[in-house]
């Protein structure tokens, strides 16, 4: 695990993962962090997951030009925002997962308040691949 400190008028805490087969994940750490992670710093084709119903992260799983990725992948992105939520001690959780084109902030909305469309859920138990 990477904690990547970048500046953009304020400074933001963003949590690095290297998953199975070298896929990126990204975590924000706060409420102006997720904004920053979700709004900015994601990419339209990366993947987004944030557990439903519950606060925790907003994590970003980087796309790949030539390369889908599979079911195994997006579960491993899924338990990282898992872990990274309220849900952290409980067992099999519902995370939603959406492209970041999907992602908007609502007009007039509190830091780390988003909107999705196209949601996909996925359910998983809470961790960090490979720290299990």
Known sequence: MIIINM?????HNIIEYKIAGDWEVL?????????????RLAHPN????HVR???GSHVILRARDSE????????????IAAWHSKAKGGGV????????KYVSK???AKPGTVAIKK???IKVRPGIPGEQ
């Open 106 to 108: 609502p007009k007039g």
């Open 119 to 121: 949601e996909t859920v």
């Open 7 to 11: 500046t953009d008028k304020e400074k």
């Open 53 to 55: 119903g519950i606060p």
């Open 68 to 79: 889908e990725p599979g079911k195994d992948i997006l579960k491993e992105a899924a338990a």
């Open 46 to 49: 990366d993947y987004w997951f």
């Open 93 to 100: 959780t519902a995370v939603s997962c959406t492209m970041a």
């Open 27 to 39: 975590a924000g750490k706060t409420d102006d962090d997720n904004d920053y992670l979700s709004l």
